[in-house]
């Protein structure tokens, strides 16, 4: 991206829509017309707007499992290390691999390693933090957070033409319909 | 017609909402000028907030003896009052967590305030085991980092397991928290209008915007974030209640503790949110959000944690009977009708007897009583786990050394002024952030769901609920 | 609505993430190596009353360390000597001293010398200096090379990982009993020497908690 | 949501179904069989006769406890597989007949009924007031007097609600259960310590009866599984029953097998911790001697195996995969009822993990007989509770996954 901060070029094209199943009518009519760079906004999550938008399944799972392991196998080889290796110390005659008594300790950084797996993942995925956004310029797109439903096909999609993408909108009774430029 | 009458499902938000009505209604409180009463109520808690310090400064000076410890009760109030917060912070957790793997919908009401209270009272609870070590400057012993002693934490310790117990659920809750704040915060910057509350809720936002791909992954984060908090809600007041359960000091060791803590953690949490609720909605005109039918739901489920509460109690009197151990005997007789016994009948009285009002709906539904109640049990919860400390220690084996405990004014001080701390944290999240998730009560709306839209005309068409006739009489 | 943050801003997390990773780990290491005994005590070397040069005395007259700390094979303490020991010599030598007039003055009152205290451990960790001489542990391990100062400081950390150092392999400081004041002490082979020592004596150093914090 | 939905499956069990009779056949073989064990080993008998009864009484208590939490939480998830609970808890009645042996073989079974015994035994004296012949009968009849009134009377409620199609029985089912459920909570507790605990008589744990209904719940959702999966397999409700209702009875088993391992390994690990010589001495006798294979068998294949494999959200909704685990928790649900009763067989005597045929001739002769009772009235009414007013919502969120 470049650095400076003139608008110029085109970065997609931004449609409004009266409410959710409209939202959710646009999007299956984006995907059918072939297009995979784009993105529905809305100031909720919409029930079956994934089906719609034909997105893939959320890698997510597999990152805070990955996690978890780490915080499982984690937990158990640093209690191992410090109370069976480096310091063994008698404790009311148990002994040093005390299993039971590791349980809540390995239990919680499991827990902990897979929370930090989960909202640190998400935002990855998400691409978060990105606090300058082409769509900010668009004055109307304050709605997303509020009440707003817009679907905006972005111009790097391979299959991108202006004209067409409006006639799209038009069709799928877009409300208010415009360029964003970065 | 029939016997009995049909009760259909309340709706989840009162009046005539639109979404950007919601809106209005929920970020109006952060962003219109601060109402006066705020600056004094912060002042008051401010003024607690200094007991605290002033309290907390003496003891890092002089040490815990400023404190009514003695022997044979070397764990004190300050035990009871970190469990106490402990116990309290649960119901946030429950409400966000569990309710949602429970898909109960009516949780999206009061889960951002009960996530907050949750937050706040497991600052003041880590305050406790903070100070009651005395040296807070090597506080950081209890961590497994590496240190010039070549000593490690004692993982055998239960009171090491609430280290990672409790600062696992504080930095969870927070997390949680912050993920549901997210969307929300996106909002606050996209109606702010001056530009240090752009560029604070900005920030903080994230640069949120709605994407649906975003939604897409946020939703799984947050449905994994609810699996996982839900067993660590219960792991840890359980690992709390392992700190007194694993000794064998009569009247701890016993196994019912896990889940009667949690119960009892649940059951205080409910109470505060409630306490909190009805003082918040009414201030800030949220009835259409949190409802009567909000607040009784509530009153249920401190019903049935009470209950809970009221069976364990039953259960270690029976066991202590029925064990035939003369130690579990004496201390359970002792808790009723030894020099406790009226701390033992305060407990009683308010975490058994009283919440068993709530079989009456008309009470359940009476928001002035509900007040009253909620109050009543978190007097009887602190009590319990005084009861459960103090007595046990105060009456241990060996008779000769049995004394009374007594708080210094210290003890006192301390506790209130954690209220400080509490309140000082909650007026601030009143006024800053959106004491209901916007996002969420939006999605459980009826005009969300994209099935209450007509096929062709798009148009709202929400689903009614006819209750048929009966085809005959009951029986 | 216009943008709240320039494009520059989008790089900021990354470099907040690195930042927070690199602050985090000196924090650690920063709490390790700041906050040890190593780094607060070694070198502690406090302005005595009269400065007293070990130096002069063990290395170049050659007293024994017993000759002043009589009680280290007996007691917990390794004393500090009573004036009287001073004054066995200094009633004859340098009577007039300017520096050596503390201990006149004490030996005319009666009214000790206030030393100040070097080698100062925890109130919490029980240490006695017999159980540890009388098993072949040099004053000079612990105390370093005092015959080579002229003013006493503390060579060692004496923190708890340093008495474990020991405690976990006694053979490699241990020397016969009778060469415990020795400084500047050497063997040929160390760790043969201290295992026939461990042997001998029965040492078995604790290292439970118990052991020193009772 | 403007279309309701339409049910296409027959909801009547077929009446000249051969089920039933099979059942029945194979119940009585299996008492019959066992009632040779009594007059061949006494002690035995019991002992096998003891484990089965508490396994399928188990299974029927935690089914009423399902329909009651159900009413009481206004659930819709669940309304098409709730007869299958109704009708496990509306026989309680019947099977009360079954607590008979228990009461008969009581001197067989429990230390504590022997008088001379406990004369000897001070401890055992204390305990006297609550442990005595008369007050275990008496407590068994006031038991089965509540679960079969509830059971029942919730299942008539159900009933009466799908022949009338009047809603109104709804807050009829929940003033029935608020009250019932603390009072069932109770009395499954004593009535744990009667059966289980008081077999070593000098062990206690307060949580024994949380761990009861803990086990016996966890199993519950197994054989609600399976049920479903036999009746779809005889062409039963195929339609009505769909992918995600089967998911939900998978994240079910998921949360109780989470629930049971918190519940089983507080108990543990609180008795292992304070080595109380009269409280490890119950857990040291079930760690050796061959018990000890049983309880690992525990760890891995009733927590486990079950957690890591349903786990996965995909997990839940394969038919073999839950099917394959729910077999396993069923037999590990009686595995674990054998480690819990047959250590306290002969307790002076070095004693170790044993089989007896008896323990498969009780199990097959009471299972038959529960089973048969439940299909004899299950096709009595409909299948699902018809008339619902949650059923349509029930219906249709096979669309929210």
């Known amino acids: 991206?470049?650095?400076?901060?003139?608008?110029?070029?085109?970065?997609?094209?931004?449609?409004?829509?009266?409410?959710?199943?409209?939202?959710?009518?646009?999007?299956?009519?984006?995907?059918?017309?072939?297009?995979?760079?784009?993105?529905?906004?809305?100031?909720?999550?919409?029930?079956?707007?994934?089906?719609?938008?034909?997105?893939?399944?959320?890698?997510?799972?597999?990152?805070?499992?990955?996690?978890?392991?780490?915080?499982?196998?984690?937990?158990?080889?640093?209690?191992?290390?410090?109370?069976?290796?480096?310091?063994?110390?008698?404790?009311?005659?148990?002994?040093?691999?005390?299993?039971?008594?590791?349980?809540?300790?390995?239990?919680?950084?499991?827990?902990?390693?897979?929370?930090?797996?989960?909202?640190?993942?998400?935002?990855?995925?998400?691409?978060?933090?990105?606090?300058?956004?082409?769509?900010?310029?668009?004055?109307?797109?304050?709605?997303?957070?509020?009440?707003?439903?817009?679907?905006?096909?972005?111009?790097?999609?391979?299959?991108?033409?202006?004209?067409?993408?409006?006639?799209?909108?038009?069709?799928?009774?877009?409300?208010?319909?415009?360029?964003?430029y970065d | 017609?029939?016997?009995?009458?049909?009760?259909?499902?309340?709706?989840?938000?009162?009046?005539?909402?639109?979404?950007?009505?919601?809106?209005?209604?929920?970020?109006?409180?952060?962003?219109?000028?601060?109402?006066?009463?705020?600056?004094?109520?912060?002042?008051?808690?401010?003024?607690?907030?200094?007991?605290?310090?002033?309290?907390?400064?003496?003891?890092?000076?002089?040490?815990?003896?400023?404190?009514?410890?003695?022997?044979?009760?070397?764990?004190?109030?300050?035990?009871?009052?970190?469990?106490?917060?402990?116990?309290?912070?649960?119901?946030?957790?429950?409400?966000?967590?569990?309710?949602?793997?429970?898909?109960?919908?009516?949780r999206t009401a009061i889960n951002r305030f009960a996530e907050a209270m949750t937050i706040f009272a497991v600052i003041c609870a880590l305050?406790?085991?903070?100070?009651?070590?005395?040296?807070?400057?090597?506080?950081?012993?209890?961590?497994?980092?590496?240190?010039?002693?070549?000593?490690?934490?004692?993982?055998?310790?239960?009171?090491?397991?609430?280290?990672?117990?409790?600062?696992?659920?504080?930095?969870?809750?927070?997390?949680?928290?912050?993920?549901?704040?997210?969307?929300?915060?996106?909002?606050?910057?996209?109606?702010?209008?001056?530009?240090?509350?752009?560029?604070?809720?900005?920030?903080?936002?994230?640069?949120?915007?709605?994407?649906?791909?975003?939604?897409?992954?946020?939703?799984?984060?947050?449905?994994?974030?609810?699996?996982?908090?839900?067993?660590?809600?219960?792991?840890?007041?359980?690992?709390?209640?392992?700190?007194?359960?694993?000794?064998?000091?009569?009247?701890?060791?016993?196994?019912?503790?896990?889940?009667?803590?949690?119960?009892?953690?649940?059951?205080?949490?409910?109470?505060?949110?409630?306490?909190?609720?009805?003082?918040?909605?009414?201030?800030?005109?949220?009835?259409?959000?949190?409802?009567?039918?909000?607040?009784?739901?509530?009153?249920?489920?401190?019903?049935?944690?009470?209950?809970?509460?009221?069976?364990?109690?039953?259960?270690?009197?029976?066991?202590?009977?029925?064990?035939?151990?003369?130690?579990?005997?004496?201390?359970?007789?002792?808790?009723?009708?030894?020099?406790?016994a009226w701390a033992y009948w305060i407990m009683m009285l308010c975490n058994v007897i009283s919440p068993q009002v709530f079989w009456s709906k008309k009470l359940r539904r009476n928001v002035n009583f509900t007040f009253f109640i909620s109050i009543v049990v978190?007097?009887?919860?602190?009590?319990?786990?005084?009861?459960?400390?103090?007595?046990?220690?105060?009456?241990?084996?060996?008779?000769?050394?049995?004394?009374?405990?007594?708080?210094?004014?210290?003890?006192?001080?301390?506790?209130?002024?954690t209220f400080g701390i509490f309140f000082t944290l909650f007026l601030a999240f009143l006024r800053f952030l959106p004491m209901i998730a916007i996002a969420e009560i939006k999605a459980v709306m009826p005009q969300a769901d994209p099935h209450n839209y007509d096929e062709e005309t798009q148009e709202y068409h929400p689903h009614e609920v006819v209750v048929p006739k009966p085809q005959a009489e009951t029986v | 609505m216009a943008q709240i943050f320039p494009k520059w801003t989008n790089q900021v997390p990354r470099k907040i993430l690195i930042g927070l990773i690199v602050t985090a780990n000196v924090i650690i290491l920063g709490i390790w190596y700041f906050f040890s005994p190593k780094y607060t005590d070694v070198g502690y070397a406090p302005t005595q009353?009269?400065?007293?040069?070990?130096?002069?005395?063990?290395?170049?007259?050659?007293?024994?360390?017993?000759?002043?700390?009589?009680?280290?094979?007996?007691?917990?303490?390794?004393?500090?000597?009573?004036?009287?020991?001073?004054?066995?010599?200094?009633?004859?030598?340098?009577?007039?001293?300017?520096?050596?007039?503390?201990?006149?003055?004490?030996?005319?009152?009666?009214?000790?010398?206030?030393?100040?205290?070097?080698?100062?451990?925890?109130?919490?960790?029980?240490?006695?200096?017999?159980?540890?001489?009388?098993?072949?542990?040099?004053?000079?391990?612990?105390?370093?090379?005092?015959?080579?100062?002229?003013?006493?400081?503390?060579?060692?950390?004496?923190?708890?990982?340093?008495?474990?150092d020991c405690h976990r392999e006694p053979e490699k400081y241990l020397r016969p009993v009778e060469e415990v004041t020795t400084m500047g002490y050497e063997v040929e082979d160390q760790i043969l020497l201290g295992s026939e020592l461990v042997k001998k004596n029965n040492v078995s150093p604790p290292q439970y908690c118990q052991g020193c914090h009772y | 949501m403007s279309h309701k939905p339409t049910i296409t499956d027959s909801l009547q069990f077929s009446a000249d179904s051969k089920i039933p009779q099979v059942l029945l056949g194979v119940g009585v073989v299996g008492l019959i069989l066992s009632a040779i064990g009594y007059f061949t080993n006494t002690d035995q008998f019991f002992f096998s006769y003891l484990v089965s009864f508490t396994f399928f009484t188990g299974i029927a208590l935690a089914s009423v406890f399902m329909v009651m939490f159900h009413h009481i939480t206004k659930s819709k998830w669940g309304v098409v597989v709730r007869r299958i609970p109704e009708v496990f808890g509306s026989n309680i009645w019947i099977w009360a007949i079954f607590i008979i042996p228990v009461i008969l073989g009581i001197h067989n079974l429990y230390h504590w009924s022997h008088e001379d015994a406990v004369a000897a035994d001070k401890i055992l004296k204390g305990k006297s007031a609550y442990l005595n012949t008369p007050f275990f009968i008496i407590r068994q009849v006031i038991y089965f007097a509540i679960w079969g009134f509830v059971g029942h009377k919730l299942y008539k409620a159900s009933v009466d609600l799908e022949k009338t199609g009047d809603w109104g029985i709804t807050s009829l089912m929940r003033k029935v259960?608020?009250?019932?459920?603390?009072?069932?909570?109770?009395?499954?507790?004593?009535?744990?310590?009667?059966?289980?605990?008081?077999?070593?008589?000098?062990?206690?744990?307060?949580?024994?009866?949380?761990?009861?209904?803990?086990?016996?719940?966890?199993?519950?959702?197994?054989?609600?599984?399976?049920?479903?999966?036999?009746?779809?397999?005889?062409?039963?409700?195929?339609?009505?029953?769909?992918?995600?209702?089967?998911?939900?009875?998978?994240?079910?088993?998921?949360?109780?097998?989470?629930?049971?391992?918190?519940?089983?390994f507080s108990q543990f690990l609180l008795i292992y911790y304070a080595n109380l010589p009269e409280e490890t001495l119950w857990f040291y006798h079930r760690l050796e001697g061959g018990y000890q294979y049983i309880a690992y068998g525990l760890l891995l294949f009733r927590f486990a195996l079950p957690f890591l494999v349903l786990l996965n959200r995909e997990q839940k909704h394969k038919r073999s995969v839950l099917a394959f685990v729910a077999i396993v928790v069923v037999t590990i649900h009686f595995l674990e009822l054998h480690w819990i009763v047959k250590p306290a067989l002969h307790p002076e005597e070095a004693h170790g993990l044993s089989f007896s045929w008896m323990d498969f001739s009780t199990f097959i002769g009471l299972g038959g007989i529960f089973f048969w009772l439940f299909f004899n009235r299950f096709k009595q009414n409909s299948m699902i509770p018809e008339n619902d007013p949650k059923l349509d919502e029930c219906l249709e969120k096979t669309y929210h996954h």
């Open chain 3, 49 to 164: 009353p009269v400065p007293y040069s070990h130096k002069v005395h063990v290395d170049k007259l050659g007293l024994d360390c017993q000759y002043c700390h009589t009680s280290v094979f007996e007691s917990k303490q390794a004393n500090i000597p009573p004036t009287q020991t001073c004054m066995n010599c200094h009633s004859q030598v340098l009577t007039d001293s300017e520096k050596l007039e503390p201990i006149r003055e004490s030996w005319e009152t009666g009214k000790a010398v206030e030393w100040v205290r070097v080698h100062n451990l925890a109130d919490y960790a029980y240490f006695n200096h017999a159980a540890h001489v009388n098993v072949g542990v040099g004053c000079e391990s612990c105390h370093g090379r005092i015959d080579k100062m002229e003013v006493v400081y503390q060579t060692e950390p004496l923190s708890m990982s340093w008495c474990l």
């Open chain 4, 177 to 264: 259960s608020a009250p019932a459920i603390p009072i069932f909570g109770l009395s499954i507790a004593f009535a744990s310590f009667d059966w289980l605990m008081s077999l070593d008589p000098h062990w206690f744990s307060t949580m024994f009866g949380v761990y009861f209904f803990a086990i016996s719940f966890q199993s519950f959702w197994a054989i609600m599984i399976l049920m479903v999966f036999f009746l779809q397999r005889n062409g039963y409700l195929k339609n009505t029953i769909g992918q995600s209702h089967i998911y939900d009875l998978g994240a079910w088993l998921f949360a109780f097998t989470v629930f049971y391992a918190y519940i089983a």
């Open chain 2, 1 to 106: 017609m029939s016997k009995y009458e049909y009760i259909p499902e309340p709706a989840l938000v009162k009046g005539n909402h639109s979404f950007s009505s919601i809106t209005k209604l929920v970020t109006d409180v952060n962003l219109r000028p601060t109402p006066k009463p705020w600056y004094a109520a912060m002042l008051l808690a401010n003024a607690f907030l200094g007991v605290f310090l002033v309290a907390v400064a003496y003891l890092i000076w002089e040490g815990t003896g400023i404190w009514g410890l003695m022997n044979p009760v070397g764990w004190g109030w300050a035990i009871i009052n970190f469990v106490w917060w402990v116990g309290i912070g649960h119901a946030g957790t429950l409400i966000s967590a569990i309710l949602f793997l429970f898909r109960q919908d009516w």
């Open chain 2, 378 to 417: 978190n007097i009887g919860m602190w009590f319990e786990r005084f009861v459960i400390t103090v007595t046990s220690l105060a009456n241990d084996y060996l008779p000769s050394s049995w004394d009374y405990f007594s708080p210094t004014i210290w003890d006192v001080l301390t506790y209130v002024g």
């Open chain 2, 127 to 340: 305050m406790f085991p903070g100070i009651h070590v005395g040296r807070i400057w090597v506080i950081y012993w209890v961590f497994p980092i590496p240190n010039q002693m070549a000593m490690w934490p004692n993982f055998n310790s239960p009171l090491l397991w609430d280290v990672f117990a409790v600062s696992t659920y504080f930095t969870v809750s927070l997390l949680f928290w912050y993920v549901g704040l997210v969307p929300d915060l996106a909002t606050l910057r996209d109606k702010a209008k001056d530009k240090v509350r752009k560029i604070a809720y900005g920030i903080a936002a994230l640069g949120w915007t709605g994407s649906g791909r975003n939604w897409w992954n946020y939703e799984k984060a947050y449905m994994i974030l609810a699996g996982l908090a839900t067993p660590l809600v219960l792991s840890v007041h359980t690992i709390v209640s392992f700190d007194f359960a694993v000794s064998m000091i009569p009247g701890w060791h016993t196994t019912i503790f896990p889940p009667y803590f949690v119960a009892g953690a649940v059951f205080s949490g409910f109470a505060m949110v409630l306490t909190l609720m009805i003082i918040c909605r009414k201030i800030y005109g949220m009835e259409d959000i949190m409802t009567d039918d909000h607040m009784e739901k509530m009153n249920i489920i401190i019903l049935v944690t009470g209950s809970m509460v009221g069976f364990a109690y039953m259960m270690e009197f029976f066991i202590a009977w029925y064990s035939g151990v003369e130690y579990e005997k004496a201390i359970f007789m002792l808790r009723a009708t030894g020099p406790y």
């Open chain 1, 1 to 180: 991206m470049s650095t400076n901060d003139q608008n110029t070029e085109l970065y997609g094209i931004l449609a409004e829509f009266k409410n959710p199943k409209a939202l959710l009518d646009a999007s299956e009519k984006v995907v059918e017309a072939g297009y995979d760079k784009f993105d529905t906004y809305a100031p909720f999550p919409i029930h079956g707007i994934d089906k719609a938008m034909n997105l893939p399944k959320s890698k997510l799972g597999w990152i805070v499992l990955g996690h978890g392991i780490l915080g499982f196998t984690g937990a158990i080889a640093m209690m191992y290390f410090m109370s069976v290796i480096d310091y063994p110390i008698n404790i009311s005659g148990k002994p040093f691999f005390n299993a039971p008594a590791w349980v809540p300790v390995t239990f919680e950084l499991t827990v902990l390693l897979s929370a930090f797996g989960a909202v640190f993942g998400m935002f990855f995925l998400n691409g978060l933090p990105r606090l300058n956004n082409p769509l900010f310029n668009v004055e109307r797109f304050k709605k997303a957070t509020d009440d707003g439903f817009f679907v905006c096909i972005e111009a790097s999609d391979s299959k991108f033409q202006e004209d067409l993408v409006r006639q799209l909108f038009e069709e799928a009774g877009a409300t208010h319909i415009e360029e964003v």
